[in-house]
C-alpha cells in the first residue's frame, strides 16, 4: 500500500504546482482508510472536480412541504426527493447540489428549506460529502423547496373527495392509478407544458458533475424507474403528510419518508 501511494505522489507531482501538491498530500493523508490506489485517485479526482461520473436517477418524487392537512402554512412548495444509481467503475463524491425550474412562467424556487442526513445544499461547504460506490443505488433530498402556484387551491377544491390511500399511515400510494395523468394534466396546465426541475449535482468545490430535467407534467406511478416523477407518491402524502424523524442508525440507502 505504501509503495502504492508514493507512486500516486509522484505521478501528482510531476504534473501540479508545489502549492497544489501540498493540498493533495493533505488529501491522501486524509482518505489513508480507502483500500487501494484507484480509490485514492477517484477519490481525489473527484473532490477537484475533474471527473465525470455515470450517476443515473432511478426515481424522483415530490415531497410535500406541508405538515398536516389543516396547517395552510407552505401548501404550495415541494421538496425534491431523488434516488440515484452509480453505473460508474469508480465511486462518485456528491457535495452539493442545486435545482432550479426551467420552462416555466409561473414555478419557482420556494422559501423553505430542509436539511439533515442525505440533504445537500448548494453549498459544499454546508454539507457531508455523499458517496456513492459503483452499483451503489442512495436517496437523497434537496435543500431547496420548489414553489408551485395554484396547487393547494387545485388539490383542496374537492378533486381527492374520490382518491383512496391505501395504507394511510405510511403513504406511498393511491388506489385510483388514473389520478396520475389527472396530475399531469392539471401541472401542465398551472405550469407550462414543458416546465422542469432541472438539477444539477457537484463534486469539488462546485464542479458541475451531471445535469438532469425531471419534467413536471410527465410523471408516472411507483413502479417505474426512469426517473419520472411519481405523481401517486405526491398525491399519497399530500393527503397524509408525515415528517417522520430519521433513525440514528438509517444511512442514505434507506428510502426517506
Not at 451503489?136 to 374520490?162: K, Q, R, Y
Not at 393511491?174 to 407544458?193: A, S
Amino acid at each position: 500500500m505504501l509503495q502504492k501511494l508514493k507512486s500516486i505522489v509522484r505521478s501528482i507531482r510531476n504534473s501540479l504546482t508545489a502549492k497544489s501538491f501540498c493540498s493533495v498530500g493533505v488529501l491522501i493523508a486524509v482518505v489513508g482508510f480507502l483500500s487501494d490506489s484507484t480509490s485514492v485517485i477517484s477519490f481525489i479526482s473527484q473532490l477537484r472536480g475533474d471527473d465525470t461520473s455515470s450517476l443515473s436517477v432511478v426515481r424522483a418524487r415530490l415531497k410535500p412541504y406541508r405538515v398536516s392537512p389543516g396547517n395552510t402554512e407552505g401548501q404550495d412548495d415541494v421538496f425534491v426527493q431523488l434516488q440515484l444509481r452509480n453505473y460508474g467503475k469508480d465511486p462518485v463524491y456528491l457535495t452539493s447540489a442545486k435545482i432550479e425550474i426551467v420552462k416555466s412562467d409561473t414555478a419557482t424556487l420556494g422559501r423553505p428549506g430542509v436539511f439533515g442526513q442525505c440533504v445537500l445544499t448548494d453549498d459544499p461547504n454546508s454539507n457531508t460529502p455523499l458517496k456513492i460506490a459503483p452499483g451503489d443505488t442512495v436517496w437523497l433530498s434537496v435543500s431547496d423547496s420548489i414553489h408551485l402556484p395554484g396547487l393547494a387551491a387545485w388539490l383542496e377544491g374537492g378533486v381527492l373527495n374520490d382518491i383512496h390511500v391505501p395504507t394511510p399511515e405510511e403513504p406511498f400510494t393511491i388506489t385510483e392509478n388514473f389520478f396520475v395523468d389527472e396530475v399531469n394534466q392539471n401541472f401542465l396546465k398551472l405550469y407550462g407544458p414543458d416546465s422542469a426541475i432541472q438539477l444539477t449535482l457537484y463534486s469539488g468545490n462546485r464542479k458541475e458533475l451531471q445535469t438532469f430535467d425531471i419534467k413536471l407534467a410527465e410523471g408516472k406511478d411507483i413502479f417505474a424507474k426512469d426517473g419520472s416523477l411519481q405523481q401517486d407518491w405526491f398525491i399519497a402524502n399530500w393527503m397524509y403528510p408525515r415528517w417522520v424523524r430519521g433513525k440514528m442508525d438509517a444511512s442514505c440507502k434507506d428510502e426517506p419518508s
